[in-house]
């Protein structure tokens, strides 16, 4: 299994509500990622989980909540998010160490609007 | 703050040409510089460079990196309508984060 699989696909939920959006990967990868991506513009990193510990939270609001309950899941918890908050957002895996030549793999996203 | 810069911005071209995509970048703790596709949803992975001087070939792709000049470039041989894409170019810091440019719009017209 080469994949990031994130669900749901596409998501719309209202201000009030809370979601959640999930990633797995069965690489053993031991890095995993969170990216919002803005309509025609690169993706941004919002968290980094290393060996399921949260290393980097890139000042992301505190509506986005995420939780790595083991080496292959990685959720991010939304609640209170407003319009702007509307994105694509990638999960991404990487195995950990140097002299890596397999990158990152990315996940197809899920499309999140918020009305 | 690291910094990616990508150029051009968008390239509009005919089916059997040639392209070279730009990347420089200043980065503190460089770690390597990946170069990705995304159509229309994940970025795909293209290449991970971490060496001076070694180019790293695909097919009709190939990339090098020059850590002296903190640049890259992406070459795109006897392009194809199937390369129309946006190409990103992410710099790894020690720390695993990525830090990406604003991508290449490349259009390639039959």
């Known amino acids: 299994d080469t994949e990031v699989t994130q669900t749901p696909k596409h998501l719309v939920m209202g201000m009030t509500n809370k979601k959640s959006l999930k990633c797995e990967q069965h690489?053993?990868?031991?890095?995993m990622y969170w990216y919002k991506q803005k309509a025609k513009k690169p993706p941004e990193l919002m968290f980094v989980?290393?060996?399921?510990?949260?290393?980097i939270n890139e000042s992301v609001p505190s509506r986005f909540s995420p939780e790595c309950p083991n080496s292959s899941l990685l959720n991010l918890h939304l609640h209170a998010l407003q319009p702007e908050d509307s994105a694509l957002y990638l999960c991404?895996?990487?195995?950990?160490?140097?002299?890596?030549?397999?990158?990152?793999?990315f996940g197809s996203g899920t499309r999140l609007t918020v009305v | 703050e690291d910094k990616v810069v990508q150029s051009p911005l968008s390239l509009v071209v005919h089916e059997g040409d040639t392209v070279t995509l730009n990347c420089s970048y200043e980065?503190?703790?460089?770690?390597?510089l990946l170069w990705y596709k995304q159509e229309k949803k994940a970025p795909t992975f293209l290449f991970m460079l971490t060496s001076s001087g070694i180019e790293k070939k695909s097919g009709r792709l190939s990339s090098i990196l020059d850590k002296k000049e903190l640049f890259s470039i992406l070459n795109i041989t006897a392009t194809q309508t199937g390369d129309s894409a946006i190409y990103l170019c992410a710099v790894e810091s020690s720390n695993y984060k990525l830090t990406f440019g604003k991508g290449t719009l490349l259009t390639v017209n039959p």
């Open positions: 980065v503190t703790n460089f770690r390597s």
């Open positions: 991404a895996s990487s195995r950990t160490g140097s002299g890596d030549n397999y990158g990152y793999t």
């Open positions: 989980y290393s060996y399921e510990k949260l290393s």
């Open positions: 690489m053993g990868h031991r890095a």
